[in-house]
């Protein structure tokens, strides 16, 4: 019998091509994507920010990793929303000085609707940590993520 082995190291390729000095335009498996600054930033705005662009992979990475860690412990999730609030220091971005941490803290408000029991749950809270990966990247990096959990039954 052959045994195969899932594929645990991937690599992630990606285009991009500079439109101005905040701006630039991006290709990942066939989706476009445009990362741009606020006005207010000397931006044009015509995309998010690459701050705002990390924060909603955490968003993003959060939904994803909650769901699957939901269907490993048997817990169906009829609904799901994400609320993120970030610190951040931009004294690094405004070549004031270097910062070791941009992004101090956050918080993570997570509801979710689900008839599984508190046990259950628990189980998927604990997994979202464990394995979500942007979260594990900024937690390295030294920022404090608070996930406020709400839990509302069907």
């Known amino acids: ?32 994507i ?13 995309g998010i920010s690459p701050v705002e662009t990390l924060l909603t992979a ?6 994803r990793i909650t769901h699957k860690v939901a269907g490993l412990h048997g817990v169906e999730i009829e609904n799901l929303a ?14 004031m000085e270097e ?21 259950a749950v628990g189980k998927v809270k604990r997994d979202l940590a464990k394995y979500c990966a942007i979260s594990k990247v900024l937690r390295e990096s030294g920022t404090e993520i608070t996930e406020e959990w709400t839990v509302k039954r069907p």
């Open 82 to 95: 994400v609320d993120l609030e970030s610190n951040f220091d931009r004294r690094g971005t405004q070549l």
């Open 1 to 32: 019998m052959v045994t195969i082995r899932p594929k645990t190291v991937i690599t992630h390729r990606m285009q991009a091509a500079r439109t101005s000095e905040t701006r630039i335009d991006l290709e990942v498996r066939g989706h476009a």
């Open 99 to 119: 910062v070791a941490v941009p992004f101090p803290s956050m918080t993570l408000k997570i509801e979710i609707t689900t008839g599984a029991d508190d046990d």
């Open 34 to 46: 445009t990362i741009d600054e606020r006005t207010e930033s000397g931006g044009t705005d015509e």
């Open 58 to 63: 955490l968003v993003g990475c959060t939904n």
